[in-house]
């Protein structure tokens, strides 16, 4: 009964270069495992610097990356196992919204061309007039209006309401999750809190869960409720968001968070930049050990804790 | 009072929607002056030539069949004044100067025109492949076109006409076409490499889309001015190397074209004997059918990207 939503095991991505597999090959991602719920609906942050496996993490549940070896179940279905039917079901109930919000839409049509295939596709409404309302009832709750919007060119509109647009679109079609990619960092920072509320509505109102993806530890201390650490592919702090921002155990997490700039204080600039975070994981290591630091917190523990 | 509140909104949804499709599909993209003239200028030529072949009289364009050193109507030269029997003149062995663009223009365009063609099937076949396929596939087809891209056309064509001396339409054409490919490959790789991972073509798949409705219906819109505006470029490119070679006095005799014109004019010294009619109008012609074929680029690109049109 108490199937959970989504279930990542002993997830890992290794891209190889070339014939000679062994020498080149990147570990984008590895022995990641997660669970998310479902109900009550949870916003989930995987958090970490660039390169450190998010994008292809979500690549991976959004099914357009095959994993070297690891599962993901989907409430208890095998998602690589899926038949077509199976994945056009799935493509339903988990939708993504994208970091780039200018790129989401084809130049060829208007905005209103992403909720006409949605329909065509999906047949959720039986005339034009359930279409329209269904358009405007999701347009309604990211504070936009059809007429406005709909006729336009995606050159013509600017980041936020493209972005808000997407939200709409990913809402109309009811899914039980939703993928959001970085969505607010190529934003401008006054329209951020916006769609990061519109996502915790989303969340209360209407049981849609959330995975994260994001570099920025104080939105996702805004609105996530757990919160996975990855760095270099491995997961290396995970639990409740709130208890490992105040309490970080890590060292990469303490630096990460040392380094969020708060509007408080001058800015001194004597953050290192250390070079083994610019290289690529090119080993398989074997599966993070994690320890229970405090209840709802674990954390890969080392030498100099 | 609730219920108009509704009833308003709706109508101007209804509005918006049927603005978008307005804008869609029948003003906005394709109603570019630029493409509309140059369509239209070239339309009208090929149209024009088409028909003088069926009205005029096409012996005229053999030598000695008209009066020699005749100029055009209104104009004198050495006491021969120009009759509507040749309207445009003639040149110096008899030859009629519009028979000669009647015959010759749908020559040297039709002859572009199918090297062009070709080229730009290979360059579908090696660009789609290159693109979708990656690896080795990609590598080979990449080092091919950018080496054989760097080859001056004009160098290998002297050198082929020296050993086959008539050259028909079609092996000129394919001939030609052996420099038409590189650019549509270059062209179409790049564009497919970059949509394949592009987000709208992730996102129709989240909407549910098969592969069929994203490469018709996401990527095809995007490429189909990329790919007539290629054609049109490639066809420019094959009559400018076409004419080069003939002026050069190379390429069939046999049948009359515009270049070779140009090449008779230049040897019988038509600048020094004041006979301007004779380079002058192909020339013209020549300016005109370029201006045309590069209009149509310009503005068929300015379809493609948006961001090019005016706001």
Sequence with gaps: ?305 | MKSRVVDRNSSKSEIAEKECRKKTFKSSPWKNPKLIIGATVLCVLVFCTLIGQFIWDKTLVNVGSSPLNLPPVGFEYRKQIGTWAHPLGTDNSGRDLLTLILVGLPHSLGIGFVAASIGLVIGILFGFSAGYLGGRVDDVIRLLSDTTMNIPALLILIIVQSVIPNADFFVMALLLSLFAWQSPTRVLRAQILSMKHSDYVKLAQLSGASDNEIMFKEIMPNLLPFLIAQLTAGTSYSVLVLVGVEVLGLGSQSKPSLGITLNNAINSSAILRGMWWWWGIPTIILIVVFMSLLLISVGLDEVSNPRLRNQ
């Design chain 1, 1 to 305: 009964m108490d199937q959970p939503l989504l279930e990542i095991n002993d997830l890992t991505k290794i891209f190889g270069k070339g014939l000679d597999q062994q020498k080149s090959q990147v570990v984008a991602l590895q022995h990641f495992s997660a669970e998310i719920a479902g109900t009550p609906a949870k916003i989930v942050t995987i958090a970490g610097e660039s390169g450190s496996g998010k994008s292809t993490l979500a690549n991976s549940i959004l099914g357009f990356m095959k994993c070297t070896f690891g599962t993901i179940h989907f409430k208890g279905q095998d998602v690589s196992k899926f038949t077509k039917e199976e994945i056009f079901r799935y493509r339903r109930e988990v939708q993504a919204v994208f970091q780039d919000p200018y790129s989401v839409y084809n130049p060829f049509y208007c905005v209103g061309h992403i909720f006409d295939i949605a329909f065509n596709n999906f047949h959720l409404a039986s005339n034009d007039q359930d279409r329209r309302d269904l358009t405007e009832e999701a347009l309604n709750l990211v504070g936009l209006k059809g007429e406005e919007v709909l006729s336009k060119y995606p050159h013509q509109l600017s980041g936020g309401q493209l972005q808000r647009l997407m939200i709409a679109r990913a809402y109309m079609l009811k899914p039980s999750l939703i993928i959001a990619d970085e969505p607010v960092s190529m934003i401008d920072v006054s329209l951020r809190a916006m769609i990061l509320e519109i996502m915790v509505k989303l969340k209360k109102e209407y049981g849609i869960s959330f995975i994260y993806i994001t570099h920025d530890f104080s939105t996702a201390y805004q609105i996530s409720d757990e919160m996975y650490l990855l760095y270099h592919g491995m997961t290396v702090e995970k639990g409740d968001t709130v208890k490992i921002i105040n309490n970080p155990q890590h060292p990469y997490t303490k630096k990460l968070i040392a380094s969020i700039p708060t509007i408080e204080e001058k800015w001194e600039g004597n953050i290192e930049i250390s070079d083994t975070s610019v290289s690529a994981q090119s080993e398989l290591l074997p599966p993070p050990l994690f320890t229970e630091v405090e209840p709802l917190h674990w954390a890969v523990l080392t030498e100099s804790n």
